[in-house]
């Protein structure tokens, strides 16, 4: 790696991910999650994980209520070192959002969508 590189990938990640939308930030927790399922990292699956559980804004029970005890099921088959089961949740709850965002970012009239709003994640303040 050449001098440097690691800085402007770090700097570079940073500018992706303040610049996202909410749905996107949910997106790439759920990468995030699935590359350490993938490579068995405990800390990581867990941290990532417990990201989207607490970004829950339930105020919208009938979509969050249901997130939250699918994350609690990942962190509890992640406890029992089941990686291939929680990765498969992840990954179609993953693919989900990102149809969501396609849906999304095809509408051209984004501020019928309230800013504290996207599915059942509450957006940063």
Not at 58 to 77: A, H, I, K, N, T
Not at 108 to 120: F, K, R, T
């Amino acid at each position: 790696m050449y001098p440097g590189t690691a800085y402007r990938n770090q700097e570079y990640r940073q500018q992706d991910v303040m610049g996202a939308s909410p749905i996107r930030l949910v997106v790439m927790a759920y990468d995030l999650a699935i590359r350490a399922c993938d490579s068995k990292d405990f800390a990581k699956a867990t941290k990532a994980i417990s990201v989207l559980r607490d970004a829950l804004n339930f105020d919208f029970p009938e979509v969050s209520v249901g997130l939250f005890r699918l994350y609690q099921w990942c962190l509890d088959s992640l406890r029992q070192g089941d990686y291939d089961g929680t990765r498969k949740i992840l990954v179609e709850l993953r693919d989900a959002w990102r149809e969501s965002e396609k849906q999304l970012s095809a509408k051209p009239n984004m501020a019928s969508i309230p800013a504290n709003y996207v599915g059942s994640v509450a957006r940063p303040a």
